[in-house]
């Protein structure tokens, strides 16, 4: 096998600890270097100067949790061509792995072109992804927060989680603070509206239980614990949105499919970048989140199909999505209603996500919004504006007017 770069080099990645293999090609012969480099800043500029001064041409470093992501950063900025690998892609052999074997295992790859890198987003969508994903992880407290406003009401014996379609809705929220304060069943029912009313004795019933002064204390940090939550996200929100100006084209096109609002759009673009000549194809972008079938056969037969595990955000963000596109009047929810019945919701929910993602690649690519084939939008904005124009037209004197009936 030829070599295909002279000057490599490997890294084997830990928190506090970086050793690395150098590899260089003289007159047919290869000489070998290997140094263990610390995990401070000092560190990293080291690391780069020696590097620099070997003229290496191209580095190779495993994806190692979130410690990676510092030396890419130095090497980057130091203008080195640096790629990280999938480490299920580049085991060494069991029984012989030291730190020094998996920095010369991983240059002697890089020397003959053996790997591909992952795909890695520019500096700008790298430092977005903290606070998208730092946005995901507070949406999960939320959540928690709310089934433990549950799990407390019926330990009370209190069932308003029972009669009402959302216990953190406007109104239920209202007669949680009334309970606190200790109103009576009675007062309490009377905050009802729309649908609650129509239940007031159940309702009444529901708020009688038995409230001791320690669950009311509970109550209340919960209450405020909910609020403050809120007002973080809402704060992230604005700043995703605020931050999409760069890439407001293809924000803007991501919105047009069904199922995805600014804030997915944001998220999703985040992940996957607004140039999406890096993944070639729909069907490789697919690959990448492991959104598709995986590939399993042997001797003839086709194995399980089931989906490795792939960017976990995109596949949550892109689910989420699929769950809300099979609620709208286009080709989705026709597609879900084809396969749920043999192939089960979650199943399905995947296929959908893998739909979506493949429609994501297509827009991007041509730069257009989404168009259902199902869906007439002629009608819909008909229905949606006809009433404004026809309150102009009568304003304006172009409506006929009816002759009065003599």
Known sequence: MEAVHERVAGIDVHRMKHVVTILIEQDGAVSRETREFGGFKRDMRALVAWLQENRIQNIVMESTGIYWKSVFSHLEAAGLAALVVNAFHVKNVPGRKTDVS???????????????????PPKDLRELRVVSRYRRKLTATLAGEKNRLHKLLDDAGIKLGGVVADIDGVYARKMVEGLIEGRTPEQLSALGRGRL??????????????????????????????????????????????????????WRLLQTIPGIDQISAAMILIEIGDDLRRFGSAARLASWAALCPGNNESAGKRKTGKVR??????????????????????????????????????????ALAHKLIRTIY?????????????????????????PRWIRALKKYGYWPQVAAAS
């Open 102 to 120: 998996d920095s010369e295992w991983l240059a002697q790859l890089a020397r003959f072109g053996l790997l591909r890198g992952s795909f890695i």
């Open 309 to 350: 595990h792939g960017n976990p955000i995109v596949r949550y963000l892109l689910c989420e999505a699929a769950n809300a596109a099979r609620k709208t009047k286009t080709l989705f929810r026709a597609k879900y209603e084809s396969l749920v019945i043999r192939r089960g919701h979650k199943k399905t929910i995947i």
């Open 197 to 250: 009313k129509s239940g007031r004795e159940v309702l009444e019933a529901a708020m009688d239980g038995d409230l001791s002064a320690r669950h009311r204390l509970v109550l209340k940090m919960i209450l405020s614990h909910l609020r403050y939550l809120e007002q973080e996200l809402a704060q992230l929100d604005r700043y995703l949105v605020a931050a999409m100006q760069p890439y407001i084209w293809a």
């Open 362 to 386: 297509v827009l991007l690519a041509r730069r257009k919004p989404y168009r259902d084939s199902t869906f007439d939008y002629e009608a819909a904005s008909v229905a949606k504006n006809a």
